[in-house]
């Protein structure tokens, strides 16, 4: 009976530690930096700490990147208000997908994945990494994805100046892994990823 008792508990404490979706907290919309300091201070930086983000941080974050400002209107323009990218956001404890409408995380695969996310070491310990994923069957044409990717990582550079954080984009990740894990079809693909976290 014992056993039985610590077998339960034990599976009890291993199905409360899974990921699971993530509610985000409202995202904060005043205060940061003057947009002329942030310019002044944007920069790419790969010094990063293993400090978490806070949930407040990365709804901001996520938010400033490609929340709504407007009722279906993003924060950043899109060629023909396609819309056509994917925001996922690659923490330790998994991949979700960011539902902007719903301000949530939605979970696509648990675990740690970041290391598919680039090929340098410190995305492995980085707190954050987004994979921009492009569905190409809403794009006008794929040149205008690639543009529309920029302006979304332009804002995550530009919110990591005013908040105090460091941030990184890049080119070189496991395209394949990344597609397969988040399985992708074959009118979507992966853009870009960028780290975001604290100074080392």
């Not at 009976?1 to 979706?21: G, R, W, Y």
């Not at 997908?97 to 492995?124: C, D, P, R, W």
């Amino acid at each position: 009976m014992n056993k039985l008792f610590f077998s339960f508990a034990l599976l009890s404490l291993s199905v409360s530690c899974m990921a699971q979706d993530i509610q985000l907290p409202a995202p904060q919309k005043t205060g940061g930096k003057p947009l002329m300091e942030a310019f002044n201070d944007r920069q790419s930086n790969r010094n990063f700490s293993a400090k978490d983000l806070s949930l407040q941080t990365i709804a901001d974050l996520a938010w400033a990147a490609y929340g709504f400002n407007r009722e279906n209107k993003r924060t950043v323009p899109t060629s023909q208000d396609r819309q056509e990218i994917d925001l996922y956001i690659s923490l330790q404890s998994g991949v979700y997908f960011y539902e902007a409408k719903e301000n949530k995380l939605i979970l696509k695969v648990s675990g740690n994945h970041q290391a598919m996310t680039g090929m340098q070491a410190f995305v492995t310990t980085a707190p954050l990494n987004f994979i921009f994923v492009a569905n190409l069957d809403k794009a006008s044409n794929r040149d205008a994805a690639l543009t529309d990717c920029g302006f979304i990582s332009q804002n995550i550079y530009l919110f990591c100046a005013s908040e105090g954080l460091i941030t990184v984009v890049r080119g070189s990740y496991d395209k394949d892994g990344l597609h397969k894990l988040l399985t992708l079809n074959d009118k979507q693909e992966v853009l870009l990823t960028q780290t975001v976290g604290y100074q080392q």
